[in-house]
């Protein structure tokens, strides 16, 4: 019997999440008295894995792209090789796409938007956000293997060194029906996915040519840059940027809306972020009640002035 978790990385480097993720096998695998396993592919960092308490890695070296259906086949081998009765995942996309897949698999309980630890690991009781993390609720998975996706920032970084092992880890038949034709990624800005803080912005910015002072704030501050869904409708920004409930979640450590009234499928996608900070003209506007901080003012005069202030903390403080 084993945890297992599933670690995710970008061109051979440990995303935060992952490192999260594997936190949390660790606080799992503590309570049920037995050892965590990870599963990676193309780790250069392994060592790493051992700060946050994997005892063993499974690396498979592979050149094919992500797809849902392989990295869920792998995972199921992973699960039969090692015996594991959990298997613990991050929220992003790629754990969402395939976590379903694997469940099916192995008919295993899954349970996304877990926020905290097991309650109790008999019965295996977990919390985790609901109603558009508006409420939560404690939820029992009575499976024999059970896969819990945690929400980002939920649990933390939390080190325990162990001593651990590396093993290449030989697939058999993960090919997958869906063929990957290309990839291109965005290497000069930090992801929405991967950032602590992030600058978003809305139709109170009145125009594509205004948000240069949005990625100035960004770029001050070490975070990503996101927008409304009517700017990524209107075409002002990529749909890669729309946070929100029909867009990316965001659960970052500092969220800034700036000219954004806040409507609830906005809002829904952004609450589990720690810190809500929301400059707007309107002082009526949805968003001020589910903010911890509100500026009333014109974001064009507002922001600017933002900017120099951090920029002088920076210097008195390098």
């Known amino acids: 019997m084993s945890v297992l978790v599933y670690i995710e990385s970008e061109n051979g480097t440990f995303k935060k999440s992952a490192l999260e993720v594997a936190s949390y096998g660790r606080c799992v695998a503590n309570s049920l008295n037995t050892s965590l396993c990870a599963l990676v592919f193309n780790s250069k960092d392994n060592a790493t894995l051992g700060a946050y308490g994997v005892n063993k890695v499974l690396n498979v070296e592979s050149t094919h792209p992500f797809t849902a259906e392989a990295h869920s086949n792998a995972l199921k081998q992973a699960v039969d090789k090692e015996q594991s009765t959990v298997v613990i995942l991050s929220n992003s996309a790629n754990s969402k796409y395939l976590a379903p897949l694997l469940a099916s698999d192995l008919k295993a309980g899954y349970v996304p938007n877990v926020v905290e630890a097991p309650s109790s690991t008999s019965p295996f009781v977990v919390k985790r956000s609901v109603f558009s993390n508006k409420a939560f609720c404690n939820t029992e998975i009575s499976t024999p293997i059970k896969i819990i996706g945690i929400s980002n920032n939920a649990f933390g970084l939390v080190e325990q060194v162990v001593d651990i092992t590396t093993e290449a880890f030989e697939l058999e038949n993960i090919s997958s029906k869906i063929r990957v ?18 600058v978003s912005a809305g139709r109170g910015l009145k125009g594509p040519e205004n948000w240069g002072m949005i990625e100035e704030l960004a770029d001050v501050l070490g975070a990503a840059t996101a927008c409304s869904k009517p700017v990524s409708d209107l075409g002002w920004r990529p749909h890669s940027e729309h946070v929100g409930q029909t867009g990316k979640p965001v659960a970052t450590n500092l969220y800034i809306a700036i000219g954004i009234s806040g409507a609830i499928q906005h809002l829904a996608g952004v609450n589990s972020s720690k810190t809500k900070v929301v400059i707007n003209t309107d002082p009526e506007a949805p968003f001020f009640k589910a903010a911890d901080y509100g500026i009333v003012g014109d974001a064009f005069e507002v922001v600017p002035k933002l900017i120099e202030k951090l920029r002088a903390f920076k210097t008195q403080n390098a």
Request: aromatic letters at 0%; a negative charge; charged letters at 40%.
């Open 181 to 198: 034709e290309g990839v291109d990624k965005a290497t000069d800005k930090v992801s929405i996915a991967d950032a602590d803080i992030v």
